[in-house]
């Protein structure tokens, strides 16, 4: 049975990216192979450390969504524990839940991304002479050039 787990990962700086993307690539080939599925990848970026790690004051972090096995997350802790690319790492359970909860959230926008997309291209021109019109009519201050840039309103 899969369940939702976050890995944190916190690279060294001097590493270079080829290296880093080698070992991400190592995990997502783990995780595809035991029937995992990662859910949604946080490149954070190089972060100063609270204390220094191997003589290092800065880290580069990751953080991951995952969906695995409890095999998979063994067959991981391992491939990191003998990576010298990684300072530290911390994987951990998430709330089902709340997991449950995001995953209907990203959905919900990817439908809603696709619907809109479709609507504003059918609707492009009436958008603008509606938008055009509600500006002359509340007396805007905003030219129709600056009234294109403005994005919709959230429905």
């Not at 191997?54 to 953080?63: A, I, K, N, S």
């Not at 938008?131 to 050039?145: M, N, P, R, T």
Request: aromatic share 4%; proline share 5%; net charge negative.
């Amino acid at each position: 049975m899969r369940k939702d787990y976050e890995l944190g990962l916190i690279f060294n700086p001097e590493v270079s990216e080829e290296e880093t993307r080698a070992l991400l690539g190592r995990l997502e080939q783990i995780v595809a192979n035991d029937g995992g599925q990662i859910v949604k990848m946080n490149q954070w970026g190089k972060k100063r450390l609270a204390y220094p790690i191997e003589h290092q004051r800065d880290g580069l972090y990751v953080f991951i969504d995952l969906m695995l096995t409890p095999e998979t997350v063994a067959e991981i802790e391992r491939t990191l524990k003998v990576s010298e690319v990684v300072l530290r790492h911390l994987m951990k359970r998430r709330d089902p839940k709340f997991a449950q909860k995001e995953r209907e959230i990203r959905e919900a926008r990817a439908a809603a991304s696709t619907t809109s997309v479709a609507t504003e291209e059918a609707s492009a021109e009436p958008v603008a002479e509606s938008s055009a019109s509600i500006a002359e009519e509340e007396g805007s201050v905003l030219s129709e050039e600056e009234m294109a840039d403005v994005p919709p309103a959230i429905e």
